[in-house]
């Protein structure tokens, strides 16, 4: 691909992945950023001594959108033509980053704004057994998105993307913690956005891995992203039952 491409992480004290992860994320992509959301173990020396990086540190923890938002700004600052996002909790394979990227400029030409990877979309042998409730909002927002939006998406939620840096610049983010991918995917339905999808294995190094306070509850995070998907939905003046297809830019 002849095209010039990012990969970034946003990263919160990630000190038992990062020097693994980003050692293997250098090694399928030549451009890197990082995006410090306010880490206060070691991450933040470990990449210190990390070359051949690039590092944007948020003093304070900010979210997880909103070190995906600085990745898209810095994209877009930076004059990329496509932004490959990775987690850094070891949770994607970075070696699917180049197929990622190459997926948005498919041989036919057909012009492709979001490649979104799904650990849902295909069986592979090794994938982890994801947990229980996770699985189960996932499924349910991902329907509800389909639903109201004609998408056809298998898992809403997964960070692992590449995105035309063209698309990122008609994104408004502001939701900035977790929920901030469901902000995403009614926006780009707004914009009749060309989304596929791109089959990743499903890996949990970490099943009890905390989304930080209440949101601990699934019951109060299924309350959240309805909160947030709602939200969005009146202030893009998208009703569900809107094709995306459909939606004026």
């Known amino acids: 691909m002849s095209a010039r491409y990012l990969t970034a992480l946003p990263v919160f004290n990630e000190e038992q992945h990062v020097v693994e992860v980003l050692g293997t994320v250098r090694q399928f992509c030549g451009d890197v950023l990082v995006v410090d ?14 070359e051949g990086i690039a590092v944007v540190r948020h003093e304070q923890n900010a979210g997880y959108g909103a070190a995906l938002r600085t990745a898209f700004d810095y994209a877009i600052e930076h004059g990329y033509d496509a932004l490959v996002t990775i987690d850094c909790d070891g949770q994607h394979e970075p070696r699917l980053i180049p197929e990622l990227a190459d997926a948005l400029f498919p041989a036919s030409g057909e012009h492709i704004d979001i490649v979104s990877g799904s650990r849902y979309l295909k069986t592979f042998d090794n994938d982890s057994l994801p947990p229980a409730d996770r699985k189960a909002i996932n499924f349910e927002i991902t329907q509800q998105l389909n639903n109201c939006f004609g998408l056809e998406l298998t898992d809403s939620f997964c960070g692992f993307k590449a995105y035309h840096v063209e698309a990122l610049r008609k994104f408004e983010i502001t939701e900035l913690g977790y929920a901030m991918p469901l902000q995403l995917w009614i926006q780009a339905v707004r914009h009749q956005m060309q989304i596929v999808e791109f089959p990743i294995p499903l890996v949990y190094l ?5 989304f930080g306070g209440s949101l601990d509850d ?7 992203y309805q909160q947030v998907i709602k939200k969005e939905m009146d202030l893009q003046e998208v009703p569900c039952g809107a094709d995306g297809r459909d939606q004026a830019d």
Do not use: F, I, K, N
Request: charged share 40%.
């Open 37 to 50: 959301d306010g880490s206060s173990d070691r991450t933040p020396c470990l990449l210190q001594e990390t």
């Open 206 to 210: 970490e099943e009890e891995r905390s």
């Open 218 to 224: 699934a019951r109060r995070r299924m309350a959240y």
